[in-house]
Each structure stands twice: as C-alpha cells, then as structure tokens.
C-alpha cells in the first residue's frame, strides 16, 4: 500500500537505506532515504529523551522503519547531529578539568583578552574559564615564537603536577586534563612529554594537547578550546557509546558518522579525540539542507531560517554556500555581545542562533514588557499545552491559542494538545500582568518572538554586508514555517520557501555532506618576507595526513579533494580574514614541495596570485579597497573531503494533471489575523494532498503535515513548486525574489 505522505510504497524493501538523526532540545528528527529510490523519504519526530537521548533516537528510528517497511538489518549509513556539547559547555555539565600550562600564564583563561564587551561597565560578568584557578598547574619550560627551546622542560616540575592531580583525585575514570603550552603549536615536543609522564604517573588520565585540538597561534583561544575539549570528552564517549549501542542492540550494521560544525562529517573515532569539532553539528546541518535545496531549486542565495522547540537560527547562504568561520563563541553571558563567551577556534557554519524556539517561556519583566527565552521549557516538562507538567507559557502555547496549531493534528494526531492549559498559563504569567486578554497575551508572544528573531537575521545579514530582504527565506524546523510569514514581514522579504519535510528540515544537511577534516597550521610572516618553501611543505603535510585519515575511514584515496585557505590580515592589525587560495597559487606551492629548485618561479606566482585574492576579499567584505599597507599570514589551512553523497531532496509522489486543479481544503477552523483584529474562520489544507499542478491558494490558509504547519497569513498565496516545496509570496512584490543577488 503506498504511503500518501511519502509517496512511496511500504512493500518494497530497499537493501541499503541512510538515515540523519538530529537531537535537538526539544524533538529528536530523523529522515530515512532508499539509495535505490532517490527521493523516497520516510521522517520520523519524537521528543527528545534528556536523561538517555538514545531512547529518543531508537523510537524515532523505530517509527521511520515501520512506516517504511524496513528493517534495522538493511541500514547501511547512520548520520547524526547533536546540541549534547554545547548544552554541557552552557550548562556546565562537563568533567572536572585541570589546565597544565607554561610558568607563568596559569591565568591567561581568566584574564582572556585586552578587548572589553563592554568598556563602559565596571562590573563587567566574564565567561568562568573550564578549569578553577586551584585546577590550574605550571611547568617549567618556555618556547620561543619560532619554536626553538628557549628553556628545556623540566621533568621534575611535571611530577609535581602529577603529584598534586593525584592529591586531587585525577587518574583513571576521575577529571580531564588539558595540556597547553607557549607556542606548542609551532613545535609540540613539551607537550607531548608532559603528556607521556602524566599518563605514565596517573594510568588512565584523560589528556587533550593543544596542539592536537587547535594547533594555531593565539594561545587564549587555543586554550580555551583545549579545554572546552576535554571537558566535554568523557561525556561525549559514554553518549556516542550508547547510540552504537543502541544501534547494535536493533541488529542495525549501519556506519555511523557525526556532523562537524564546519559543515563535513567525521567518524565516531575522530568525535571521540575531538568532540569539540561537533559543538554546532545540528545548526550546521540546518544550514547545509538549506543550500543543498537552493542549489536544487535555482535559488542560490537564500537566508536560511531554522526554528524548533529550543532555539532559532538563520544563516545567510550566498553563491549556493554556507559561509564558515573559524572563530565560535559558547556561552556568551551577555546575550548576542561579541567577546562574552568562550571562544573556541573550530571550523564552524557561520550562523547567528538565539534561545526562541517552540519552547521558548514567556514573561513579564519588571518593566511591563512581554520578554520570550532563551531559556525553554524543552522536552520535559515541555510547553502548558502538552500535558507533561509545564505551567510557563511558552511560544508553543501562543500558536495553539491563536489557531494556527490544530491541537488534535499535533504530529499528525500522535500528540494531543491542551489548549485550556495554555490558555491558562498565558492568562496567569502574561495576561494579568499587562492587562492583556488571553488573544492578545497570546499575539504579544507571538510577536515578539518574531521581532527577536528578526533582528538576529538583519544583524547576521549586515555584518556581511547583505541585505536580507533580498532572498528568499527558506524555513524549516517544526516552528519555522508557523512564523515564517511574520518573520519575513519585518525583514521586507516577500518570498518564502517551506521545503517538503520542512519540519525535520535539518536531516536533509546530514546525508548531503561529505566525509571531512579540517587542518590548520600557524606560519606568521608577511608575504613579502614568507618562505614559500615552507608554505609549500605546510600544506602538502596536511593534504597527506587528511588523505590517510580519508583512506582509515572508507574513502578512496582517488576521489579525495582538498580545499585550501590562508588567514590574512593587513600589518598592525589584530585579526585576520580568510582567504580561498586561488588554484594558481596552490598549483605554484604543490610544484615548489615537489621541486624545490623551481622556488623564484613558483614563490613569485604564488604571492601575486594570493595577494590579489586578499585585495578582493577585503574588497567584497568591506566596500573599499584595501590600503597601501603590506600584507602578512597568520595561519594556513586544508580541508580534505571525500566526495559529496549521492543524494535526491525527498520530495512527495502524486497525481498530475495537464490543467490547474482546485485545492479543496479538508476544513476550517477559527485563526487570529492582525489584519483584522479577530479570530476568522481559516481554510484547513493538508499538505499531502497538494500538487505542483494546483492553483495558488490564497491567504489566509494553513497547511498542515505531520511534522509542521505552514501559516499564509490574508494577502499572500501558496503554490507548490516541482520540488514539492510550498513557496508563499507575500504582497508587494511582482517577480519572484529567486533569482536576485544579496546587495
């Protein structure tokens, strides 16, 4: 019998199916796909399990195979994302650490930089480093800038460490160690004997070296990171442990593959060394099926719009790319300021996010104002409206009081809504409050989490000199579509696309990525003075040690690609830019390591043809050209990659026609329209029964799935495109906003 949804027959068993599992806060997603039928999709939504996430991901994965037709047994790839590192890093969830650094610079975690959030407060909150300052151990020894001894390192102050971890109850099963010493990056000999006594005197110690995790210049940010590492890497084996678990407990010989923040994915080995790499996994992948879609669909620039039950985030893909950065903050204490959290020095999708989700909790602050998130009611107890406990009204609650949520078709009706319980909550902690009736208190949550997302994505958009209105606006997650339209309505958009599936939108990102490694190197000279010998040996040394760790997972050394980048800056400045270096140039360095002889030649080709590439990088990202100021390198940086999977969009099968058909709507029911002022009687369509071949319907509408619903508010209309995505235009606007290029 063929699924409706899906459009695909559960009597036919594929032998080879992939699937993308991404744990969120609030709803654990899963997308299953048949290799043997591109396009074929069965999702799968469940709460999430906080005490055992594994419990979450075997009940959406058991949901997934039954309505398939399948069998653990036939699962060849198991992609998956997870929030789990960067929840431990906000919430302080992680193992006990020490630092073990340099005499000396015990306290750089805690003076962290020059640069002041806030120069204007006196009693400025700074991010609490990972480990106290009584976990925090010198050694005697000292590096150069180069990387030549200075000072040796002294034994002797190692075993006075490993003597006072000891005292404090580190080794075996017990606390995480992060070693991070004065330039190890440019020559890593002291770390790696510091680590090879401890482990010698503390069996089972567990250690992170700095120039392992983030082996580059700047030693606050490498330590951080080294530290937030190991922080997080006990936690992170027990978890990967039970998913594999879980997965060999359902029979399933499925590879497992983890989503990095930079957009690639890595083995369970390398998430095991390096959980730190995973501390954006899930948004990242959110931002990867938005471009996977847009490339798919003509529209390769788009602002990508992700909201589910936690948290909201947009990222503004230009040229069919998600852009990435290689600077992340975690936990920043003053929401949205740059330099009041943790930096960690990763590869990470460059994408704004903010606490208002589904579950975000609504309030009264002591001002009269009506404030949403970050902090949410998640999983358990959840939203007033599910039943499980929760009294705080939340935005959940809000979209069910204004009609736009049907509270018996929650997850296709597996769910059951209460509305009385949110309209009580909203009545009690927001309507008394402000005077509001319960409709209104309801509108002003609403509202005002779409103002807050709005401002993020018009923030993200002007940093890099774009203009969000633009783009499209391409939505997904289980809340994205509801807000959507009012979202794209305070940023001037006009064109919004609801991808099929929109609501476990994010797998997608998963099983279009390929298998990755990020690898940097610190070379600090101007290019007027760099050895490109040296740039040349730099490079080919990580284009080999990411080949063979390609090859040790699967990929055939063949179809290995290498992307190249230099992090670039003008003399006297503090930070850099990044740089793609143009195939000249890498051509020039690859023929200089393999003959040195040809240095003059290749060294000359290769500075001209970088040095244009950072004129016109600083060009696009500022609006000037760079002035007469020479130029210098900081770091240098290889990403290998496998190919890119075989993989089709899911999108819906059914009957077509040669002539426009009417959507008949399966019913109605009361919704609230500002426009308007009052709930109307609003046409109730399901999206299984809309096909590209039908007449745009027009607003206001609501067209339900199982996993989202999608609100056309009065004015605007909804038609179906070949993809199987609902693209909604909003008035105002006569050509469609596909084709057009952020200014």
């Known amino acids: ?194 680590a090879d006594r401890l482990r010698e005197r503390l069996p089972g110690v567990r250690l992170s070296l700095s120039h392992e995790v983030a082996g580059e210049i700047r030693e606050y940010e490498r330590a951080t990171t080294t530290l937030a590492n190991v922080y997080v890497q006990r936690l992170m084996e027990g978890y990967l442990g039970r ?126 104002l009506v404030k949403v998130g970050p902090d949410s009611a998640g999983a358990d107890p959840g939203p007033a409206c599910y039943g499980r406990g929760g009294t705080m009204p939340t935005v ?24 009385d319980a949110a309209r009580r909550a909203i009545a009690m902690h927001v309507g008394t409050p402000t005077g509001l009736d319960v409709t209104g208190g309801a509108w002003a949550i609403h509202q005002v989490v779409n103002e807050a997302m709005a401002a993020a994505a018009r923030m993200h958009a002007v940093e890099r000199g774009k203009d969000a209105a633009a783009v499209p606006l391409f939505a997904f997650g289980g809340a994205g579509p509801v807000h959507a339209a009012g979202v794209a309505r305070l940023l001037g958009s006009r064109e919004i696309v609801v991808p099929y599936g929109a609501g476990v939108g994010s797998t997608i990102g998963f099983l279009a990525a390929p298998v990755s490694f990020d690898f940097v190197r610190s070379y600090y000279a101007r290019l007027d003075a760099t050895s490109w010998a040296t740039v040349a040996t730099l490079l080919t040394e990580m284009e080999a040690e990411g080949r063979d760790l390609l090859t040790a997972s699967g990929i055939d050394p063949a179809t290995v690609a290498f992307d190249h980048r230099a992090e670039l800056r003008l003399v006297g400045q503090a930070h850099q830019v990044t740089v793609d270096l143009p195939p000249d140039a890498v051509e020039a360095l690859h023929a200089l390591a393999a003959r040195p002889s040809d240095g003059a030649v290749a060294a000359t080709v290769a500075h001209d043809a970088i040095a244009r590439a950072f004129a016109s990088t600083y060009r696009t990202l500022y609006r000037r050209d760079a002035p007469p100021v020479a130029v210098e390198a900081v770091n240098w940086r290889v990403v290998a990659r496998g190919p890119v999977p075989a993989f089709a969009l899911p999108r819906p099968t059914g009957t077509h026609s040669d002539a426009p058909r009417l959507a008949v709507a399966k019913g109605h029911r009361p919704a609230w329209w500002p426009e308007v002022g009052h709930h109307v009687p609003t046409a109730v369509y399901d999206r299984a029964a809309l096909a590209p071949d039908m007449a745009p319907i027009a607003g206001p509408a609501i067209v339900e799935e199982r996993e989202s619903t999608t609100v056309v508010p009065p004015g605007a209309t909804v038609e179906v495109e070949a993809s199987g995505a609902l693209v909604i235009r909003l008035p105002g606007r006569r050509a469609s906003l596909a084709q057009r290029t952020p200014v």
Do not use: Q
């Open 1 to 194: 019998m063929a699924n409706p949804r899906n459009g695909t027959s559960a009597s036919v068993r594929p032998t080879r199916w992939r699937v993308g599992i991404d744990i969120g806060g609030t709803f654990t997603d899963l997308l299953l796909t048949d290799d043997e039928n591109p396009g074929g999709a069965w999702f799968g939504k469940v709460l999430t399990t906080p005490d055992d996430p594994a419990r979450g991901v075997a009940a959406a994965l058991t949901e997934a195979l039954e309505r398939a037709g399948a069998a653990t047994r036939d699962l060849a790839t198991v992609i998956h994302g997870t929030t789990l590192v960067t929840n431990a890093l906000i919430e302080r969830k992680g193992d006990r650490t020490a630092l073990v650094t340099t005499r000396g610079f015990r306290d750089a975690v805690e003076i962290a930089r020059e640069h002041r959030y806030d120069m204007y407060d006196l009693h400025l909150d700074l991010p609490r480093p990972l480990a106290p300052r009584h976990l925090r151990f010198e050694v005697d020894e000292r590096l150069r800038a180069d990387g030549t001894i200075y000072a040796p390192l002294d034994l002797a102050s190692v075993d006075a460490v490993a003597d006072a971890l000891h005292g404090a109850g580190f080794g075996g099963e017990t606390g995480a160690v992060a070693v991070c010493l004065l330039h190890a990056y440019r020559n890593p000999a002291h770390e790696r004997a510091v």
């Open 396 to 419: 959940t609650d809000a979209d069910l009081v204004l009609g736009y949520l049907d509270a018996s078709h929650f997850l296709g009706g597996t769910m059951a809504l209460d509305l």
């Open 243 to 368: 998913i594999e678990a879980t997965l060999a407990e359902a029979g399933s010989p499925a590879r497992l593959l983890l989503m990095l923040s930079g957009g690639g994915t890595a083995t369970v080995d390398t998430a095991r060394r390096f959980p730190i790499r995973l501390v954006e996994s899930g948004p990242a992948a959110g931002a990867l099926a938005a471009a996977a879609h847009g490339a798919a669909t003509g529209r390769p620039n788009l602002l990508s719009f992700d909201m589910g039950g936690t948290t909201a985030k947009a990222c503004l893909v230009t040229g069919g790319i998600p852009p990435v950065t290689t600077e992340f903050e975690v936990d920043r204490v003053y929401r949205f300021k740059a330099g009041s959290g943790l930096p960690v020095r990763v590869p990470s999708i460059d994408l704004i996010e903010i606490g208002a989700g589904g579950g975000s909790i609504a309030r009264v602050d002591r001002f009269g």
